[in-house]
């Protein structure tokens, strides 16, 4: 596959990441470790599926303590500490801080071999940033206006995490995709047992809540680490960490077509931004198509 085919590929994960939002809105009253783990182990599942056609493909769990370290440090660690963080402080700022990541994927991809670093690059991951802020913010600048509080402590590491798996990620290009499955399933035993210890049980009073976890598990929890991790390995990592800041776009404008947000004008404001940022970034991709 092309590099701009892989490319492609991870920006579905991206894409999928923008439904977290909405379908964790109609699971919400599950506490945060047994939505973890419910839906992780779906994740889970997704990839075990393929192993029926490939039965070979269960041999990509044989890997060093090192890769499950990352993957399985990579994953619970960021959620772990994500839902700590809007527990403990607004999720608005919360969601600030943590979208520093594609900055941090953009700006220290220029330290891989074989990766260079360009100026549109940054002019396309400011843009980005930008228009991720606006639409995060609603343009509204009266942020971290009740002082640091314990959850902007704990989302700070957020974007180190999360750009510090994808960067590793990228270093393990010989490591099959098909890990994944063993990195959700590990997570959610984990968050199993953070919920045990920490939280009370609380199961889904609907079917809609039910479709809604099972919708959470199968695409933004499932198929979209597998994506992200193949178009990872194998596509233009500067242009995924530029397109990255679609996500919280399409989180947006997907809650208002379901009636969940509002429309504002600093939707409008950030699709511009934002869509300007992902050209630029990209502009080395539209040369090779």
């Known amino acids: 596959m092309s590099r701009s085919g892989a490319t492609a590929i991870g920006f579905l994960a991206i894409a999928m990441w923008a439904t977290l939002a909405a379908l964790s809105s109609l699971a919400v009253v ?24 490939r039965p070979t493909a269960v041999k990509a769990l044989a890997q060093n303590w090192k890769v499950w370290a990352l993957g399985v440090g990579g994953l619970f660690s960021y959620h772990a500490l994500y839902f700590a963080a809007v527990q403990n402080a607004p999720a608005i700022d919360v969601s600030l801080i943590a979208y520093l990541w ?10 891989l071999p074989g990766e260079k670093i360009r100026l549109h690059h940054i002019i396309g991951t400011a843009l980005g940033l930008l228009g991720a802020a606006l639409v995060i913010s609603h343009g509204n600048t009266q942020v971290f ?9 704990l989302a700070l590491p957020l974007p180190l995490i999360w750009a510090g798996y994808s960067l590793l990620a990228r270093t393990t290009k010989k490591v099959p995709t098909d890990v994944i499955a063993g990195f959700c399933l590990a997570t959610a035993v984990l968050s199993g047992l ?50 990255s800041y679609c996500s919280p776009l399409f989180s947006t404008l997907l809650l208002i077509a379901t009636g969940l947000a509002t429309f504002h004008w600093s939707v409008a404001l950030a699709c511009v931004l934002i869509t300007l940022g992902a050209m630029i970034a990209a502009k080395d991709t539209f040369k090779r198509i």
């Open 30 to 53: 599950i506490p945060p470790f047994e939505l973890t783990a419910i839906t992780f182990f779906i994740g889970s599942l997704v990839g075990m599926a393929s192993w029926v056609k």
């Open 194 to 243: 953070a919920h045990v210890m920490l939280e009370p049980t609380i199961w889904p009073q609907s079917a809609g809540a039910w479709a809604a976890i099972g919708a959470l598990g199968f695409f933004p929890v499932g198929v979209a680490f597998y994506a992200w991790d193949f178009g990872l390995k194998h596509g233009d990592i500067f242009v995924l960490g530029a397109l």
């Open 145 to 153: 206006v009740g002082g640091i509080q314990l959850g902007h402590l």
């Open 102 to 111: 594609p900055t941090l994927i953009v700006v220290l991809s220029g330290l």
